[in-house]
């Protein structure tokens, strides 16, 4: 078979989706030899974005979410004369007659509009038109799955639920060593809470930093709190919300680091912490599970569905709930232990091989319902 991935966004970040399109492109090709697969990338990108026999590249000058997209996209695509086309980043040429796959990260776009930049929203308003010209929907959890089905309508049997995994670079490594490498990069302190994501509203950093503020305040408990991930949209509101309560010489602002670095940081960290009102499916607390790292959570969408038993949930909404879910970590010896055994655990039942298969089969799926 004769399969097409557009790995086109991989160009601008390598977080989120293009993570996800790079780990499955990799798992694809080593599982199975025997097909072969072509990246689509941005022509900008200066090197192939995986190098395998299986693996061939085709460079386009159509970039990414362009608003001149779907008027281009289809002759591109129709060009790698493929069996079967991936969209990893939702939208697929809407106007392509050939088998096609979609992934479906999450809704947020439809749950929460006012986090959405124009651009965005003009590009994902194409939603209607995508679920319903797919052929297969690739959804990375029961969560999405859910959404897809009461928000648009789309057949329970068109969907097939299929999660993510942490890159096996992520794992247990002793902390003085960790710390050795974080330190030689970083100018952080030595005791630190970790957040991990993009700085945009959907993540709820004003809430961690409120909670922050409470537990130096009412807890007296003191690590840094270190953030690694880009500015995103309506990322002023946060820098200016630390400063108005006084804890810019208590935040680090790491911006976007790369998988080693935050290798690193995910095993140094006292503990990862993501408050987030939604996620698809939330990489970065089974990232820091991977490496033995105790996580706080939000116990909305997906995210109680990726930790299960492993961390601790708390209401997003509720910044004394995150505060003392902080505290609790912080000063328990025995649960922290708990939250490490049961996190390297639950990480072990995701995997990028049999994420692979599994869309393997959704492309031969597509394929027969398009015959």
Known sequence: ??????????????????EYTLRLTQALAKTFREHTFTLLQDRRSRQPLLEAPNIKIAYTPVPSHHRLEQLLLPWVVDRLATDVFHSPDFIPPLRRAGPSVITIHDLAFLIYPHFLTKDSARYYGQIDRAVHRAHCIIAVSESTKHDLIKKLGVPEDKIRVIYEAADPLFRPEPRQEALQHVQALFEIPEDYILFVGTIEPRKNIPGLLRAYRRLRDKYKLTPALVLAGAPGWLSEDVYKLVNDLALKPHCFFLGRVSSHDLYHLYNAALCLVHPAFYEGFGLPPLEAMACGTPVVVSNVSSLPEVVGDAALLVDPKNDEEITVALWRVLTDSTLRAQLRAKGLQRAEAFSWERAARETMEVYQKACDCAA
């Open 1 to 18: 078979m004769h399969i097409g991935i557009d790995a086109r966004l991989v160009y601008h970040t390598r977080a989120g989706i293009g």
